[in-house]
């Protein structure tokens, strides 16, 4: 059970109509998020978006994540796709950190007082991921499947997220 029980209805009515581009509906998610949730177990939040690696030719090229949106310190950009963000994308699936040093070598720290994270995939109106929701906590087992499935519906009712049907997170 995750040390934080969240009611994401407050996140849900701030986000209640939101517009605007994607980009901006991702910036309106990431600052809500961050808002509602700072004080409760969220250390940073930010999505990362899928592109290719400069140089390489499309199709099948090399990829790498960038950052977008996010609150509330800086962020590694570029990473790479053996990272927690990149194995959501590639598995198109949620992931739950519970402790961050169970990914030994494929955790990329951006921040070492980060102890766990949940990642969720974006996919497009073709279900292509094309990129990541992360979110990190100072804390262990800051997340768990009920986060992960508040988090899917309100991506999903914002437009960031094309709907897709429940598949179980992977979790570490």
């Known amino acids: 059970m995750p040390v934080h029980e969240r009611d994401y209805a407050p996140l849900a009515v701030a986000l209640n109509n939101v517009g605007g581009n994607r980009a901006q ?22 999505f990362y978006l899928l592109e290719d690696v400069p140089g390489d030719e499309p199709p099948g090229g090399e990829q790498q994540m960038v950052l977008g949106p996010s609150r509330d310190k800086p962020a ?28 030994g070598p494929n955790y990329i720290a951006c921040d070492p007082r980060d102890r ?23 804390d262990r087992n800051a997340f768990g499947e009920d986060d992960a499935r508040q988090l899917k519906r309100l991506l999903e009712s914002t437009a960031i997220c094309w709907p897709t049907p429940w598949v179980q997170p992977l979790y570490y």
Not at 30 to 45: L, P
Not at 117 to 135: C, K, Q, R, T, W
Request: hydrophobic share 45%; aromatic share 10%; charged share 20%.
């Open 25 to 46: 509906r991702m910036r309106s998610f990431a600052d809500a998020m961050w808002r509602f949730y700072k004080d409760h177990g969220v250390s940073w939040v930010g």
């Open 76 to 103: 590694c950009s570029p990473i790479q796709m053996h990272g927690a963000c990149g194995m959501s994308c590639l598995k198109q699936r949620a992931i739950i950190v519970s402790d961050v040093s169970n990914l």
């Open 116 to 138: 766990s994270e949940i990642i969720l995939p974006l996919f497009d109106e073709n279900a292509n991921a094309y990129g990541v929701l992360d979110i990190d906590s100072f």
